[in-house]
């Protein structure tokens, strides 16, 4: 009797397995949208990829494939429409995944993994998008190779090389902002590359890529010590639409800096706080803002109960271990600590698209009013040093309170604040606090990611104002067809026949048991009880 249990048992399992649900359409319809974006931009000209000579292999004038795009300063009506289009598309597959993750929990996260790699493989092979940055970190890695100092010296130095001309004469004298882990990986890359520029540039897109991947091998840990589901904490983290569009497509080296973060994070919960730091520290010697996940550590180091003369000891000591590790590998890659001193160098250029700019828009509008003439310059002084006033003062009430808020969470609203309210605002800052958040988001809290997620894609696509140019000098007939079109392609991907969201996927409990994580994430989310 017991065997016959066993076998049906056993029997119903395998069907159960069976029948869990596929996530293919998912796949095809995010890769779909993703090679709908990659074509417009590079049919966009400069509006959206270089269009120097020799830029990328295809997609730009004179590369080796011969592609050549649109000459036009102005982006045609035809490209806006595929990359917005395309952009709105993919955000829309992805709030349905996410939908049918957060209503069915359990799903395997090698499952989704999949899913994230066909919808980033458009990305991988694209030109440099929506930035050039990218240029200036191969610049800055050749100077680096032939032992200039990147801090004394910008890319100018170079010459009348690829490296430097690429990068553009804005950075030509600006020293480089990156810490030493990002410029000695920088370096190398250029060495393995044989100093050649695309494959340089090939070779930090997959450094990028390599950031991406150490977020999504690090969220599941730090989702199930949340109680959250690490499927949909992956999808949310590392497979939202701007960290495809910006930090793959883009190339930008947050992702290696945000990777390394929360891999910190996790491996702080999982090993304890010393591995946690110096991967936290490594982070920031990317970018600076991840030496707030050292502070983090150092403050909670002893645990929620933790006095506080042992708290500021621990988060010494954590700043001590920190300072350590970036000192070792600033003397091993002979970079040195000039970086300390070029932290402003991106708020060289305004992005025009900011809070604080808005903020100064109003404040000198108003003043304007009451009959006092003012430069809205001298007011965007004002509101950019109020910003991060606010923030500095907000986030150190946040990490202050993080043992009662929860730790993820008040560094994660920290360095969304950080972004949100600096004077310059790109659109890829928002994954520091977006990832940070994904695995403590419920159900308010991943509405407002979503939010800023898809805002910030289409913001971060191009300039504003250029796109708005170029809309007006096609007339108002191409500019309603466009419109059109991007609207019916995002109605399209919203009603695609996938899996309903409040229908159960078989399979899921049954076929495979839920984790308690993942059975708690489901209650929460549906009950909307947090944040």
């Not at 000579?53 to 997609?59: D, K, L, Q, V």
């Not at 709105?88 to 790699?117: F, Q």
């Not at 945000?258 to 520290?281: E, Q, S, Y």
């Not at 060289?348 to 006092?372: E, F, I, M, N």
């Amino acid at each position: 009797m017991l065997v016959r249990l066993k076998q049906r048992v056993a029997a119903e399992l395998v069907r159960q397995a069976a029948e869990a649900p596929s996530l293919r359409r998912y796949a095809i319809a995010g890769l779909a949208a993703g090679m709908i974006v990659v074509a417009g931009a590079m049919a966009g000209g400069p509006s959206f990829v270089s269009h120097l000579p020799g830029a990328w292999y295809f997609g730009t004038p004179g590369g080796p494939l011969g592609f050549v795009a649109s000459g036009s300063v102005r982006a045609p009506a035809i490209s806006i429409f595929a990359v917005y289009g395309g952009l709105l598309a993919l955000c829309a597959v992805w709030w349905r995944l996410l939908s049918a993750l957060w209503h069915n929990p359990g799903m395997r996260v090698s499952a989704v993994a999949k899913v994230l790699v066909v919808w980033a493989l458009p990305f991988v092979l694209a030109p440099p998008l929506f930035s050039r940055d990218v240029y200036s970190y191969a610049g800055q890695g050749a100077m680096v190779s032939f032992h200039i100092d990147p801090y004394a010296y910008g890319t100018g130095v170079l010459g009348a090389t690829r490296f430097n001309l690429l990068a553009g004469p804005l950075w030509a004298n600006t020293p480089s902002p990156y810490g030493p882990t990002f410029l000695s990986l920088d370096g190398l890359v250029t060495q393995l590359s044989g100093h050649q520029v695309l494959a340089d540039l090939f070779l930090l897109r997959l450094l990028a890529v390599a950031g991406v991947v150490l977020m999504a091998v690090a969220l599941p840990t730090l989702a199930r010590s949340a109680g959250r589901d690490p499927a949909a904490v992956v999808v949310l983290g590392a497979g939202s639409p701007i960290v495809l569009a910006t930090l793959i497509g883009g190339a930008h080296n947050d992702g290696l800096m945000v990777g390394l973060l929360v891999a910190g994070l996790a491996a702080w919960k999982r090993f304890g706080p010393v591995p946690g730091i110096v991967l936290c520290a490594l982070a920031a010697g990317v970018k600076a803002p991840a030496m707030l996940g050292v502070v983090l550590i150092g403050w909670n180091w002893d645990g929620a109960r933790a006095r506080l003369p042992g708290r500021f000891v621990r988060t010494l000591e954590a700043l001590g271990i920190g300072a350590a590790t970036l000192a070792a590998l600033s003397a091993a890659s002979g970079v040195g600590w000039g970086w300390v001193l070029s932290l402003t160098a991106p708020d060289k250029v305004s992005t025009g698209v900011t809070p604080v700019d808005a903020a100064a828009h109003v404040l000198a509008g108003a003043l304007h009013l009451v009959g006092v003439p003012i430069a809205l310059s001298s007011v965007r002084t004002v509101t950019s040093v109020t910003g991060v006033a606010v923030a500095v003062a907000a986030g150190t009430w946040l990490l202050w309170r993080s043992p009662r808020l929860g730790d993820l969470w008040a560094l994660g609203a920290t360095l969304l604040l950080l972004a949100l309210l600096s004077p310059v605002l790109w659109a890829w800052y928002l994954t520091w606090g977006l990832v940070v958040l994904a695995p403590v988001a419920g159900a308010r809290l991943r509405r407002v990611l979503v939010g800023l997620a898809v805002v910030e894609t289409l913001i971060g696509a191009s300039s504003v104002l250029g796109i708005l140019r170029s809309l007006r000098h096609d007339g108002a007939l191409s500019d309603a067809m466009a419109v059109v079109a991007i609207m019916a392609l995002t109605i399209a991907a919203l009603c695609a026949p996938f899996e309903a969201r409040r229908i159960r996927w078989p399979g899921l409990r049954a076929g495979r048991p839920v984790t308690q994580a993942a059975t708690v994430s489901a209650g929460s989310a549906r009950a909307g009880d947090d944040r």
